[in-house]
C-alpha cells in the first residue's frame, strides 16, 4: 500500500462532517470512533455488497500508524479462516490510509462478558473456534500479539471473529521491524514474555496466554490481572500468580478450570504447545461431557447408551433444525467397537485362517454384486461374524485382519477398519485405510451442525491421502487428491481439485469424496448468497444449485457402480434435509417442503439404515443419521 501525493484529498459529504466516499467506496454511515481513526458501513459499487472500512484521523497519519495499516493490510492478506474477519482491500484518500473488510453485524466480545449470553458451555465453544483462528494465522507465520474481547466481534449468528491485526508480526519478519523498546499488546492480555521480552524472542505461544485471558475473563467476569495503572498491571503479569479460576467461579468445572490454568502459565514451556493442541483439548471435554464419559479420544467412538436405551430407536420425520442435528449429526451414539468378537466358549473349534480368509475374498466379490439389500446385509453380517471368531483365535494373522479391515468399511464401522488395516503399507490397504477415515472424519464427523464437535481432521488421514496420492492409479490420486482439498475446508483449492478429476469409469469411492466436495461447495454458495445484497442473491443461489445438482449426479453415478456404498447412500438422505434448509432461506412454506421431500428422504434413509451391519449400540456406526 503505498501513499498517495499529499494533494490528493478525500471527498467529504456537504455538510463537512463524515465523508460521503472513501476512495470508491460509498458511505452509508458511521459504525464507531476511536482515539485513531472511525469505522464507517460503506457500500462496494463494483460488487455491490456492503463492507466495514477503517480509516484514520486526518492528524492521525504518523509514521507509526500507516505502519501499522499497512502491516495489518500486509497480515489479513495471508490470511484466510472463517473466524478471522478478512481484508478485502487497503488504500489512501487523501494522504489518510483506509482498510476495507467485511462487515460483521453483531457485537465485540467485551460487551458480553459478565452477561447470563456467556454460560461455560457457550465460553467454550468460542474459545474452540478462536483457538482454530489462531491455529490458522500460526500456520501462515503470523502472531497476533493483541488478543483480547475488544478484538474479537460475535456476530447475529453467535460466532466469533478474530480482527485487528495490527500489532501482529510475522515469525519470520526482520526485528528491526519491532523496535525493542515498544511495549506491543495490551497489558491485562499480554503473555509475561510479550511484556519483558524483546519482540523477536516472543513466539506463537504468546497469544495462548492472551487466549487463556480472554477465557479466563469470560469464566470469571473479571481480568486475569488488573491494576490501577498499566505498570500494575505487567507486574501481575510478570510476577504473580493468578486467582484460580474456581476461587472465584466455583460453578466451573475443574477441567475447564485445568485448560484456563494451563493456558496463563507462566512459563510458557508448560502452556499449550499449539492452537490445535488447545482446541483439540476442549473438544475432548464437549464430546466427554456429552456422552458421559471424561475420557473420548478426538476420533475414538464414542460411549454406548446405557442399557435402558437399547430398545429400537422411533425415527420420525424430523423438522426444522431437528433435521440438521439428525441427519449431518451422524454418529452421536457411537461405540468404540473395534469389531472384536462375542466372547466364545471354551469347546469353540479351530479354524484355519488361511481357508477362512480366501473364503471371505471370495464371499465380498460374491457380495458385491448382490442385488438385494436384505440379503447383502445379512451376507456381510454372517462374513463379518466368521471374521470376528477366526481373529478371536488367531489375533495377530495379518491376512486376517486385512480382509476384516476391508469388510467392516463396507459395513460402515469405518473407526474399526481403521483400526484393522493400521500399519499395512500395501497401496491396496492404505487406500481402504484412507477411505475409512475419511468417510469418519469428513462425511460423518465434519458434516455435524454444532463445528465445535466437528474433529479437527487428524494427522492420519493426512499422511494416507497423501500415501495414496503417490500411487499410479488414476482413480487413486485423484481420491487423494480432492480428499486432502476438501478435509481442508479450502474451497477455492476443492474447486481446483475437482476440475483435475479425470473421467473415468464410475468409483463409488471416488464418488463419495467428489459428492461431498460438491455438496460443501453449494453449501458455501448458499451462504454467500445469505450474506450477499438483494441484487446478487439470485447469482449465488443459482451457483448454489448447480453444485448440488453436480452432487446428486455424483451420488447416482456412484451407486450406479455400488449400490450399496454407505457413504453415498448417506450423503443422499443428507441431501433431502439440506435442500427444505435452503429452500425455507429462500422463502419457501416449511411444511410443504417437509410433505414434498418427506418420500425421498424416507427411501434414502431406509436404504441407508439397511446398509448398516450393526444396528444395536454396540456398533461403532450403527446409530448414523
Request: with cysteine; aromatic share 6%.
Amino acid at each position: 500500500m503505498t501513499s498517495p501525493p499529499a494533494t490528493v484529498r478525500p471527498t467529504d459529504s456537504p455538510a463537512g462532517g463524515d465523508p460521503a466516499v472513501i476512495g470508491k467506496y460509498r458511505v452509508l454511515g458511521r459504525v464507531g470512533v476511536g482515539a485513531f481513526g472511525a469505522v464507517y458501513r460503506c457500500e462496494d459499487p463494483t460488487l455491490g455488497r456492503v463492507v466495514c472500512v477503517k480509516m484514520l484521523h486526518a492528524g492521525g497519519t504518523t509514521p507509526e500508524a500507516v505502519e501499522r495499516f499497512e502491516r495489518e493490510a500486509r497480515t489479513a492478506a495471508k490470511l484466510s479462516h472463517p473466524h478471522i474477519v478478512p481484508v478485502y482491500d487497503a488504500g489512501f484518500d487523501g494522504g489518510r490510509p483506509f482498510l476495507v473488510m467485511e462487515l460483521v453485524e453483531g457485537h465485540p466480545l467485551d460487551r458480553l462478558i459478565g452477561t447470563p449470553r456467556l454460560t461455560v458451555e457457550t465460553t467454550l465453544r468460542v474459545i474452540f473456534h478462536l483457538a482454530q483462528a489462531l491455529s490458522a494465522a500460526h500456520a501462515q507465520g503470523v502472531i497476533h500479539r493483541d488478543v483480547k474481547p475488544a478484538n474479537v466481534l460475535i456476530d447475529a449468528a453467535g460466532r466469533p471473529k478474530l480482527t485487528d491485526f495490527g500489532l501482529a508480526r510475522l515469525s519470520d519478519e526482520s526485528p528491526a521491524l519491532s523496535r525493542s523498546g515498544d511495549l506491543i499488546g495490551t497489558p491485562r492480555y499480554m503473555s509475561p514474555e510479550q511484556a519483558l521480552l524483546p519482540s523477536a524472542e516472543v513466539d506463537h505461544r504468546t497469544d495462548l496466554y492472551s487466549l487463556g485471558a480472554v477465557l479466563y475473563e469470560m469464566l470469571t467476569g473479571r481480568p486475569a490481572a488488573d491494576g490501577p495503572t498499566p505498570l500494575a498491571v505487567l507486574r501481575r503479569v510478570t510476577d504473580e500468580a493468578v486467582t484460580p479460576v474456581r476461587d472465584l467461579a466455583p460453578e466451573v468445572p475443574e477441567e475447564v478450570a485445568a485448560i484456563c490454568e494451563k493456558l496463563l502459565a507462566k512459563d510458557r514451556e508448560r502452556r499449550y504447545a499449539t492452537a490445535d493442541e488447545v482446541a483439540r483439548a476442549i473438544q475432548e471435554y464437549i464430546l466427554g461431557r456429552m456422552f458421559g464419559t471424561p475420557e473420548v479420544e478426538l476420533l475414538a467412538g464414542l460411549p454406548a447408551l446405557p442399557a435402558a436405551a437399547k430398545s429400537k430407536p422411533n425415527w420420525p420425520w424430523l423438522a426444522g433444525g431437528a433435521v440438521a442435528a439428525a441427519v449431518l449429526g451422524v454418529a452421536v451414539w457411537l461405540a468404540a467397537s473395534r469389531g472384536s468378537p462375542a466372547s466364545g466358549s471354551p469347546d469353540t473349534p479351530a479354524v484355519d485362517p488361511v481357508r477362512v480368509s480366501a473364503e471371505a475374498e471370495a464371499e465380498l466379490t460374491k457380495l458385491a454384486t448382490q442385488p438385494d439389500d436384505r440379503a447383502y446385509r445379512i451376507g456381510l453380517s454372517d462374513l463379518l461374524d466368521s471374521l470376528n471368531a477366526a481373529v478371536k483365535q488367531h489375533p495377530a494373522n495379518a491376512d486376517l485382519r486385512a480382509v476384516r479391515g476391508r469388510v467392516l468399511r463396507r459395513a460402515g464401522e469405518y473407526l474399526a477398519a481403521a483400526a484393522d488395516l493400521d500399519g499395512f503399507t500395501q497401496p491396496a490397504l492404505v487406500r481402504e485405510r484412507a477411505l475409512a477415515r475419511y468417510q469418519w472424519e469428513v462425511v460423518y464427523l465434519n458434516g455435524y451442525p454444532d463445528s465445535s464437535l466437528r474433529p479437527i481432521p487428524s494427522a492420519k488421514l493426512a499422511d494416507d491421502l497423501t500415501a495414496v496420492a503417490g500411487q499410479t492409479e488414476p482413480a487413486a490420486r485423484a481420491l487423494a487428491t480432492l480428499g486432502a482439498a476438501v478435509a481442508s475446508l479450502d474451497g477455492t483449492a476443492t474447486e481446483k481439485a475437482l476440475a483435475a478429476v479425470p473421467a473415468a469409469p464410475a468409483d463409488a469411492d471416488v464418488a463419495v469424496i467428489e459428492a461431498d466436495a460438491l455438496a460443501r461447495l453449494a453449501a458455501d454458495c448458499h451462504q454467500e448468497a445469505d450474506d450477499a445484497t438483494a441484487d446478487k442473491k439470485a447469482g449465488w443461489r443459482k451457483k448454489r444449485d448447480e453444485f448440488d445438482t453436480r452432487a446428486a449426479q455424483a451420488v447416482r453415478r456412484g451407486l450406479a457402480a455400488d449400490p450399496h456404498h454407505l457413504g453415498l447412500l448417506f450423503l443422499k438422505a443428507a441431501a433431502g434435509h439440506r435442500r427444505i434448509q435452503w429452500e425455507v432461506a429462500d422463502g419457501d412454506d416449511r411444511d410443504q417442503l417437509e410433505r414434498r421431500h418427506r418420500p425421498a428422504f424416507d427411501l434414502a434413509y431406509q436404504r441407508y439404515r439397511a446398509g448398516c451391519v450393526r444396528l444395536s449400540v454396540e456398533a461403532a456406526t450403527g446409530r448414523a443419521v
